[in-house]
């Protein structure tokens, strides 16, 4: 029967079982990094893309896993191995681990950690949502500045994005759109955002996570002649685009139709929108950039 795995302590065990200990900053101070990987017909997507970003995000916060690069391919790839899935997403973490004296509150003597686990793919914004394409709220709650949290850095401090999540449900939205404080765009509770307007792409740029999919719809676009920019953008420029997008890695590709419960452009899910989540997924199934599972098993 296939199931939830997950790696900790040394072990693969059911998702269900795994445990951190309360004492531990990992869980009090959420004090770890993070980065989620989807695999599909037993094919990573992007592994190297994801370890160098989990890479930087370890070294960023100070965290030293106790294992190097192919030894996390390998425990990533066993995970999903374990599971039974052909399609997966799988969370690496790395933990600060438990302090060494119960009466020391100095995180350089904790003991770092690292936690993977796999699950089925799953979508940020439900499937069916996704396809009928969904309405965002731009809230109030406003995304922390990177000066602050780092947010390329992908972190378990989602007190804002959370915030703003419940704020879009309250206002009646599928889900959310942060802004930084001095009002510009940034990004939404597990996705980046993009819009088309006069045949070009844009997406945000600053204060936010800069997204393996954001990576992918860039490599998209060349092939397809769209031009695409990151670029400062503000509320407005979303209200009047053509056409807007969410892409994460959990989901892909999710057409945005409203905007705080008014229509974006024409109201329904966007051509370009419908061409761009085509060719990923197809190229997916052909294998760009996908590293087989199998390879990375011992
Ligand atoms: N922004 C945030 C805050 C996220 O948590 C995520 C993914 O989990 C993304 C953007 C999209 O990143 P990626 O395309 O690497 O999944």
Known sequence: MAEPIAFIDG??????????????PTFTKSDVVYDT?????????????????FENSCQSMKISP?????????????????????????????????????????PRTCQ?????????????IPKDKAEQGVNLSIVENKRVP?????????????????????EAYDKGGDSAILCTPDGKLSEGPGFNIWFSKDGEL???????????????????ATEMGIKATEIEVYPEDLRNADEAFTSTTAGAVASIIQ???????????????????DLYWKKRKDGWHGTPVKSLLN
């Open 259 to 277: 905007i705080d419960g008014k229509p974006l452009g024409n109201g329904a899910p966007g051509i370009l929108t419908g061409r761009i989540n």
């Open 66 to 106: 106790p294992y190097d690069r192919n030894e996390i391919a390998s425990i990533l790839a066993t995970c999903i191995d374990k599971t039974g899935y052909r399609d997966t997403c799988t969370t690496l973490m790395g933990t600060r681990g438990p302090y060494k004296d119960i009466l020391s509150r100095d």
């Open 11 to 24: 072990e693969y065990i059911p998702a269900n079982e795994a445990k951190i200990p309360i004492l531990e």
């Open 37 to 53: 990987i989807s695999s599909t017909d037993d094919l990573i997507f992007r592994l190297d893309d994801h370890l160098d970003r």
């Open 146 to 166: 990177s000066e602050s949290v780092d947010a390329r850095v992908k972190n378990f401090n989602w007190m804002d994005l959370t915030r703003g999540l419940l």
């Open 112 to 124: 770092n950690g690292l936690i993977a686990v796999s699950v089925p793919y799953y979508y940020v």
């Open 202 to 220: 844009k997406t945000p740029k600053g204060n936010l996570l800069e997204g393996i999919t954001r990576k992918t719809i860039f490599e998209l």
